[in-house]
């Protein structure tokens, strides 16, 4: 958020027009954000437990936030992330919101994904501060996040504001291959954002492994990584800890991206046991049949 002539606008999608008064220093000024939701939930986000999902009961009440630091060609919820029209929440509103929507459905958790949450740091904090306040410690608080700007002093923050749910998305393993999926152009920056997104998955594992759930997020569409990088990828998770729970997303035409084909269920199963090859107990890919998991996978040959 900045302030354009004086009123707070999203910096991520405003154009930069002749006259414009910019100001990036927003410090007195209530943190907003675009809100799609509250909705519950059967299946949940990358860092939703597995065993906690029978995809017929919902399991979390999630909101989705406007916003994003990548420019992904095929943006899989680009209806929501180029939102510039909705009424902003603050995070006291939208905390409300989506305990309200806990409270009605029973759900074991409450989550904010997007978009990129992680974009504006005092409304995320407060908002876990604010929901934290609405329910009770045995709640999952679930941030879903492309992991680019979670810094350790970020990740502190989150964690003492309540968030004890980490589903960490760092897409893939290689720079090259990042750049083709964010759609990020300069180098040194999608470096930097690979990097930060598996130095959080580390960080959050070694010094909250005991207090907070981590989940990790890759993608898999043969026209964006090889089968070779989903391995090189599964292998530095593993070498984290083998148990860390894996979601792949079959990432299908959409967007810019209507060229590409979606995987076919054969081809996440070939990618789920890839990463299980590396050593990984624990994954669930995305299929236009439902997800896959640890607990519905023998039910389905490679063949199918």
């Given amino acids: 958020m900045v302030l354009i002539n004086g009123s707070p606008e999203r910096s991520c999608i405003t154009p930069v027009k002749e006259g414009m008064e910019i100001s990036t220093s927003v410090e007195g000024v209530e943190p907003l954000r675009i809100v799609h939701g509250p909705e519950p939930h059967v299946v949940g986000g990358k860092a939703t437990p597995w065993w906690e999902v029978d995809y017929v009961h919902y399991v979390e009440a999630a909101i989705w936030v406007a916003g994003c630091n990548l420019r992904c060609p095929q943006c899989q919820n680009y209806h929501v992330t180029y939102d510039n029209t909705s009424p902003p929440l603050t995070p006291e509103e939208a905390a409300k919101l989506v305990v309200a929507c806990h409270r009605r459905y029973s759900t074991k958790g409450v989550a904010v994904s997007g978009g990129e949450p992680t974009i504006n740091r005092r409304w995320l904090v407060e908002f876990f501060r604010e929901v934290t306040r609405r329910v009770s410690p045995n709640v999952r608080r679930h941030l879903d996040s492309n992991g680019t700007l979670l810094t350790t002093d970020y990740i502190d923050e ?39 997104s598996w130095k959080a998955i580390e960080y959050v594992y070694e010094h909250y492994g005991d207090k907070v759930y981590l989940g990790v997020g890759l993608i898999y569409n043969s026209k964006l990584v090889t089968l070779d990088e989903i391995a090189e990828a599964g292998k530095r998770i593993a070498s984290i800890d083998k148990r860390i729970q894996v979601t792949v997303l079959d990432y ?53």
């Avoid at 998305?169 to 300069?186: F, H, L, Q, S, W």
Wanted: proline residues 4%; positive net charge.
């Fill in 158 to 196: 989150l964690v003492e504001a309540g968030c004890n749910n980490f589903g960490i998305e760092p897409k893939c393993a290689r720079v090259d291959t990042y750049m083709r999926i964010t759609g990020i152009r300069n180098r040194e920056q999608a470096f930097k954002y690979l990097e930060t």
């Fill in 252 to 304: 299908f035409p959409i967007f810019r991206r209507r060229d590409i084909t979606r995987p076919t269920v054969s081809e996440m199963l070939k990618v789920k046991k890839v990463l299980e090859d590396q050593g990984l107990e624990n994954v669930i890919v995305q299929t236009s049949i439902g997800h896959i998991g640890p607990r519905n996978a023998k039910r389905l040959s490679i063949d199918t």
